[in-house]
Nanobody
Framework: VQLQASGGGLVQAGGSLTLSCAAG????????MAWYRQPPGKQRELVAS???????TYADSVKGRFTISTDNAKNTVYLQMNSLKSEDTAVYYC?????????WGQGTQVTVSS
């Protein structure tokens, strides 16, 4: 399954970015859609996820600043990121949960300058 992520870039601290991830088929065929990130020199971590039932999960570090959402007609999942901090700098990956593992999209770089 193709997952095409876009929207990364360079932004100043306090700014906003919206990431998009278009799936090659209906996102209802997956258990959940999610965004992960991998900061420089660190392991990949879950940022946010949304199940087909609409259950939302956020990492503590992004609660109140990031919002995950979907456009089911476009088979697309979004990550709205506000009040960005330098520690949000990472490669962001979208993922589709198929139960026993994930499909992964290519990463998109987000760099927050302080």
């Amino acid at each position: 399954v193709q997952l095409q992520a876009s929207g990364g870039g360079l932004v100043q601290a306090g700014g906003s970015l919206t990431l998009s991830c278009a799936a090659g088929r209906s996102i209802f065929t997956f258990n959940a859609m999610a965004w992960y990130r991998q900061p420089p020199g660190k392991q990949r971590e879950l940022v946010a996820s949304i199940t087909t039932a609409g259950v939302l999960t956020y990492a503590d570090s992004v609660k109140g600043r990031f919002t995950i959402s979907t456009d089911n007609a476009k088979n697309t999942v979004y990550l709205q990121m506000n009040s960005l901090k330098s520690e949000d700098t990472a490669v962001y990956y979208c993922a589709a949960d198929r139960g026993f593992d994930n499909y992964w999209g290519q990463g998109t770089q987000v760099t927050v300058s302080s």
